[in-house]
């Protein structure tokens, strides 16, 4: 179950890193650094709350989200994660170096690394290490220009900034799978008062479909996030609504639902602000 939080965590990080002096090679919108809070139900229960930071300088972005279990569901399942991520940006691309996620679970810690190679290629490191069998195999053309789960989000938000629509697709690598995440217009909606997010008003809406390409399990069947709520094979797409929380600011998101064997899932954006101090340092 959690590996769908892990990604929804990663969805949180939709949004735009921030840019002191934009050169002008670089066509991502520029923000000051941002912190926002995410609120996550699961079959309509709160059971996971994430915070996200954002910043950059001399071109050079950096990112981080952390979450765990909430209220009473810690004290049950107490579950801590984090990710971070560093990289450059380049015209319209972001271009990660270095990714980090760790998993805490009842206090045993699991940890990925991935390094970004020259060559396009990417190198892991896991603590412990990596017992998995039986798992299809992941070849070099495969990982070959592939982004972390973070930035692979970062990057289908920034299209959105730079060309007004949500229709591109992004190769994504986090250390055991490789999967694609495909976005699409879905028009707009609107988000009212009874919603729960920190954000009213007209939101532009979009379709984030997941599709497969390696590293699934060969002797069993696929793990539940890529489980459809009906109980069929396949992820189920994720719906996002972004808008821009002030004047100047690119659209972050602000609501996301998706199907799950557990329920419907539902993020909301619960509160943000301007990071500063020791918010920025990781």
Same mark, same amino acid.
């Given at each position: 179950?959690?590996?769908?939080?892990?990604?929804?965590?990663?969805?949180?990080?939709?949004?735009?890193?921030?840019?002191?002096?934009?050169?002008?090679?670089?066509?991502?919108?520029?923000?000051?650094?941002? *912190?926002?809070? &995410?609120?996550?139900? %699961?079959?309509?229960?709160?059971?996971? #709350?994430?915070?996200?930071? /954002? =910043?950059?300088?001399?071109?050079?972005?950096?990112?981080?989200?952390?979450?765990?279990?909430?209220?009473?569901?810690?004290?049950?399942?107490?579950?801590?994660?984090?990710?971070?991520?560093?990289?450059?940006?380049?015209?319209?691309?972001?271009?990660? *170096?270095?990714? &980090?996620?760790?998993? %805490?679970?009842?206090?045993?810690?699991? #940890?990925?690394?991935?390094? /970004? =190679?020259?060559?396009?290629?990417?190198?892991?490191?896991?603590?412990?290490?990596?017992?998995?069998?039986?798992?299809?195999?992941?070849?070099?053309?495969?990982?070959?220009?592939?982004?972390?789960?973070?930035?692979?989000?970062?990057?289908?938000?920034?299209?959105?900034?730079?060309?007004?629509?949500?229709?591109?697709?992004?190769?994504?690598?986090?250390?055991?799978?490789?999967?694609?995440?495909?976005?699409?217009?879905?028009?707009?909606?609107?988000?009212?008062?009874?919603?729960?997010?920190?954000?009213?008003?007209?939101?532009?809406?979009?379709?984030?479909?997941?599709?497969?390409?390696?590293?699934?399990?060969?002797?069993?069947?696929?793990?539940?996030?890529?489980?459809?709520?009906?109980?069929?094979?396949?992820?189920?797409?994720?719906?996002?609504?972004?808008?821009?929380?002030?004047?100047?600011?690119?659209?972050?998101?602000?609501?996301?639902?998706?199907?799950?064997?557990?329920?419907?899932?539902?993020?909301?954006?619960?509160?943000?602000?301007?990071?500063?101090?020791?918010?920025?340092?990781?």
């Amino acid at each position: 179950m959690y590996r769908i939080l892990l990604l929804i965590l990663v969805l949180c990080a939709f949004a735009h890193p921030a840019l002191a002096k934009p050169t002008p090679k670089i066509l991502i919108p520029a923000i000051p650094p941002l *912190a926002a809070t &995410y609120d996550v139900y %699961v079959g309509g229960i709160h059971l996971m #709350t994430a915070n996200v930071v /954002f =910043q950059e300088q001399a071109a050079r972005y950096r990112a981080r989200v952390t979450g765990h279990t909430y209220g009473i569901w810690y004290k049950l399942v107490p579950w801590n994660t984090e990710l971070k991520v560093e990289g450059k940006m380049r015209d319209d691309r972001f271009v990660p *170096a270095e990714f &980090y996620t760790q998993d %805490v679970w009842w206090h045993k810690p699991r #940890t990925t690394w991935l390094h /970004f =190679q020259k060559d396009g290629d990417i190198k892991t490191d896991f603590d412990p290490p990596n017992t998995d069998k039986n798992r299809e195999s992941i070849g070099p053309d495969q990982r070959r220009g592939s982004l972390d789960p973070i930035t692979g989000l970062l990057q289908l938000l920034a299209h959105v900034a730079i060309y007004k629509n949500c229709n591109v697709t992004v190769p994504i690598f986090e250390g055991r799978r490789r999967f694609d995440i495909t976005g699409t217009d879905a028009g707009s909606e609107i988000i009212d008062e009874e919603d729960y997010s920190a954000f009213k008003g007209e939101a532009r809406a979009c379709d984030a479909a997941f599709t497969m390409v390696a590293g699934e399990w060969k002797d069993r069947p696929p793990d539940r996030f890529w489980t459809r709520d009906s109980g069929e094979s396949g992820r189920e797409p994720f719906h996002i609504w972004l808008g821009s929380m002030g004047d100047g600011l690119p659209e972050l998101p602000v609501r996301l639902e998706s199907g799950s064997v557990w329920g419907l899932i539902i993020m909301h954006l619960s509160a943000w602000h301007y990071a500063t101090g020791d918010e920025t340092k990781y």
